[in-house]
């Protein structure tokens, strides 16, 4: 996989017009390829690694759900195994689309590992209307709650860029104790943190991490989250955006 996340481009390029056409064929092409979450993002600071510097401007931000039956078997091996099989499958499927826009002609790069790269995948997928940050410290998706993972092309293709969403994560967060009192280190916070002159949700990675590290991955804070059981999302972000509306803007 790391000897195709990058490679020669075509010296032929195929000239865009059109951000947004091309944006909803990229799109089309990811789905094709097995990539049923899709969406597009500028690459700024907050994305990257301190010192890195990718030298491209876009990023196409993939997810992919896991097998619910399999997470439910957190924090054991056989749901860790379950979380690098789709890590494998969706950046395989990041890996096929970089190829196809390095023969359009246009630099593209595959990110499947999202523990060793140039860059961070939330604020990426944040920024392409996947997720908003949750209370565990990780994302919650439009479709699939935290139970999918990541992967991402960078490239200069000039596409169209999608934005941040609003499905009412905040509103549930800001009384919901569901990952705070079911993770073991107690690494969550109940109330946002000041995170480089941001209030924010956050870790106590120093908490998190060995834990993380004897479980060979946890994810008990993912998949015990209300969000992330099959079905729930929509229902969930309608019933909290109502509910919002009727009494006004929850302050957290």
């Known amino acids: 996989q790391l000897r195709r996340s990058d490679g020669p481009v075509s010296a032929v390029r ?3 017009a059109d951000p947004g056409a091309m944006a909803a064929e990229v799109k089309a092409l990811a789905r094709s390829l097995g990539a049923p979450l899709v969406g597009v993002a500028e690459v700024t600071e907050e994305a990257l690694y301190e ?3 990718p030298g491209l401007r876009h990023a196409i931000v993939l997810g992919l759900p896991m097998d619910w039956q399999e997470m439910q078997h957190v924090p054991q091996p056989r749901a860790a195994a379950e979380v690098m099989r789709t890590y494998r499958r969706i950046a395989k499927v990041a890996i096929r689309l970089a190829e196809r826009i390095r023969a359009m002609g ?3 790069r595959a990110y499947g590992n999202p523990n060793s790269s140039d860059i961070l995948m939330i604020p990426l997928a944040v920024r392409a209307g996947l997720v908003e940050l949750g209370k565990h410290g990780s994302m919650i998706g439009t479709e699939y709650g935290s139970n999918f993972r990541l992967a991402a092309i960078l490239t200069d293709l000039p596409l169209a860029l999608d934005r941040p969403v609003d499905i009412g ?3 549930l967060c800001a009384v919901c104790r569901r990952c705070v009192d079911d993770c073991p280190p107690r690494a969550i916070f109940d109330e946002k943190q000041l995170v480089r002159g941001e209030r924010k949700w ?3 990675f ?3 991490i060995p834990y993380f ?3 060979c991955g946890c994810a008990i804070c993912l998949e015990v989250c209300p969000w992330s059981e099959p079905g729930r999302v929509s229902w969930l972000s309608a019933f909290l955006l109502k509910r919002r509306a009727a009494s006004g803007p929850r302050q957290v």
Do not use: E, I, L, S
């Open 169 to 171: 994560v905040d509103d």
């Open 202 to 204: 956050y870790v106590d």
């Open 213 to 215: 590290v004897k479980t």
């Open 206 to 208: 120093d908490k998190c």
């Open 106 to 108: 246009w630099p593209a």
């Open 51 to 53: 010192g890195r510097n």
């Open 14 to 16: 195929r000239d865009v």
